[in-house]
């Protein structure tokens, strides 16, 4: 049973740019959240996906987009790339929105130049 | 609003020795209070959770943890570390009205030493 699956793993990136990161859930997970994690501190949420619609948004800029699709899978878009937006972004998977316990991917490691 | 301090950055401890890992919490409503572990190179993965049942909760891998409400604390121990237990713990709170927006401590790293 294949857990959450996140791509690419490692990508650079320069200041301005535009990036997107893929999730794949846990199977038979319907709910996606996406979580930045910069250097030496914990996750910060940023949002979570259910039904193909943002559900619940954290203090993120809207350079920072989303979107699930009807297989569950979600991409998480970041536009005008900032340095402070290097970060390891995690990517959970959930059987509903209201809980707790979620499954996490390895991340995607986003350096910034 | 809810959040939670994690009052130790590192902590370190012998192989067969006890270890505790310190969390307080705040929050507006009832919490909800999760430990997640990050293995290096690993996904976050929980280890346990309360939600207003029993106050001392098990976890895998031998972990527990104590509600205090009188103390608004979540503290995680584990009687006898092992070598695999070297890793970087996150306590962890939600509040009922934003189910899945978990809040996250800062982390505390975890050495143990043989």
């Known amino acids: 049973d294949a857990g959450v699956t996140q791509s690419p793993t490692h990508l650079i990136k320069t200041r301005g740019q535009q990036v997107t990161l893929r999730c794949s859930p846990k199977?038979?997970?319907?709910?996606v959240s996406w979580y930045q994690q910069a250097l030496g501190q914990g996750p910060q949420f940023i949002f979570q996906?259910?039904?193909?619609?943002?559900?619940q948004r954290g203090n993120f800029p809207d350079r920072f987009s989303g979107h699930q699709f009807p297989n569950y899978s979600s991409e998480l878009n970041v536009n005008a790339l900032l340095l402070g937006d290097s970060a390891l972004y995690l990517c959970?998977?959930?059987?509903?929105?209201?809980?707790?316990?979620?499954?996490f991917g390895e991340g995607s490691r986003l350096t910034v130049l | 609003a809810q959040s939670v301090t994690q009052l130790d950055s590192h902590v370190s401890v012998s192989e067969g020795t006890p270890v505790l890992l310190r969390c307080n919490y705040s929050?507006?409503?009832?919490?909800?209070l999760f430990w997640y572990v990050q293995h290096p190179n690993k996904g976050l993965q929980l280890l346990l959770k309360?939600?207003?049942?029993?106050?001392l909760v098990k976890g895998i891998n031998g972990f527990e943890a104590e509600f205090k409400k009188s103390e608004t604390s979540f503290h995680l121990t584990k009687p006898s570390a092992h070598m695999s237990d070297a890793a970087e713990y996150f306590c962890?709170?939600?509040?009922?009205?934003?189910?899945?927006?978990?809040?996250f401590g800062a982390g505390t790293q975890v050495v143990v030493t043989p």
């Open positions: 959970a998977s959930s059987l509903g929105r209201n809980t707790g316990e979620l499954f």
């Open positions: 996906y259910y039904e193909e619609e943002e559900r």
């Open positions: 962890v709170v939600t509040a009922t009205d934003s189910w899945g927006k978990l809040q």
């Open positions: 929050s507006s409503y009832s919490p909800s």
């Open positions: 309360y939600t207003s049942a029993a106050t």
């Open positions: 199977s038979g997970h319907d709910t």
